[in-house]
């Protein structure tokens, strides 16, 4: 039987189902939470949603969105930017994991601030093997012939428009609302906090429960709008060599923005896609 929830709870509760509340404020009341009630699990999932993830597998899914992956070719004249479908991605970064999802390991502070700030989208570059992705696209296009020799690929990012973000940030307020749902419906009577048992059974339920991703379709990256769908997650082709070590360490991710691509560029570069 349960009671309505007081005190610290009854603040989240009521905080979540008002859209002037902060996430950020919120989950630093999780973690005050966690510390009443002994859940260290409670804390780690505020405490990383507010600080950023120090690694993908620490993830949870509804952190990886489907995004397009592009490039962007440098020479002594000109730059310019190219989305790179997975079928065209060299086989070693293919396998790898980077056709499926783009990490988003940002604070959800941070993410707010991107949004409220207008921007029309971000790229998300994983710095940590920046270099990795570079030789390997460069060396696909020396292979292929695909760039003059004059010019080269001087990074790799994923371009995740503000409307995913958005989707982002709706799925951890979500996902907050059912652990409280979980919490209230299991409080005891009389008491105002839940147990330690109580609260690591509802970031389970609630994690394990978050299982959608946003995938992007059609996505036009010199107007910065897109098309969204959401399918369930698929899991990460099993790499080898370096990029599995790689992937086991962790990745750092980084946000930042691009300039948008001058249409009718490739063409006059006589740019062609890598084949297979």
């Known amino acids: 039987m349960s009671t309505k929830p007081s005190g610290l709870l009854a603040k989240i509760q009521a ?8 996430l950020s404020s919120l989950l630093q009341m999780c973690i005050v939470l966690g510390g009443h009630t002994g859940s260290e699990k409670l804390r780690a999932w505020a405490r990383e949603e507010i600080n950023g993830y120090k690694s993908v597998d620490d993830m949870p899914e509804y952190r990886k969105v489907s995004a397009a ?6 020479s002594r004249m000109n730059e310019f930017t190219q989305m790179i479908p997975p ?3 060299p086989p070693r970064v293919r396998q790898a994991g980077y ?12 993410l707010e601030a991107f949004v409220q700030g207008g921007d029309a989208e971000i790229s998300i570059i994983d710095t940590k093997n920046q270099s990795r992705l570079v030789a390997e696209f460069n060396a696909a296009a020396d292979a292929q012939g695909a760039l003059h020799p004059a010019q080269s690929v001087s990074v790799v990012y994923w371009s995740v428009p503000a409307i995913i973000i958005k989707g982002l940030l709706v799925r951890v307020r979500t996902t907050l609302a059912e652990l409280v749902a979980e919490l209230v419906s299991t409080l005891p009577v009389g008491q105002d906090l839940p147990d330690k ?5 509802a970031i389970h339920l609630a994690i394990e429960g978050s299982g959608n991703s946003v995938t992007v379709v059609g996505h036009q990256h010199s ?19 370096w990029w599995k070590r790689l992937r086991k360490r962790g990745w750092v991710v980084a946000l930042s ?3 948008a691509a001058v249409v009718g560029v490739f063409a006059w570069l006589g740019w062609k896609p890598w084949e297979g």
Do not use: H, K
């Open 223 to 241: 107007e910065g709008n897109a098309t969204v769908s959401t399918v369930a997650p698929q899991p990460a082709p099993t790499a080898g060599g």
């Open 69 to 74: 992956l592009y490039i962007r070719v440098v």
């Open 87 to 89: 079928a065209q991605m």
């Open 257 to 259: 923005t691009f300039v």
């Open 197 to 201: 048992a109580s609260a690591d059974r």
């Open 99 to 110: 056709a499926d999802a783009a990490p988003i390991a940002a604070g959800v502070g941070e």
């Open 15 to 22: 905080g979540v189902l008002d859209e002037q509340t902060s």
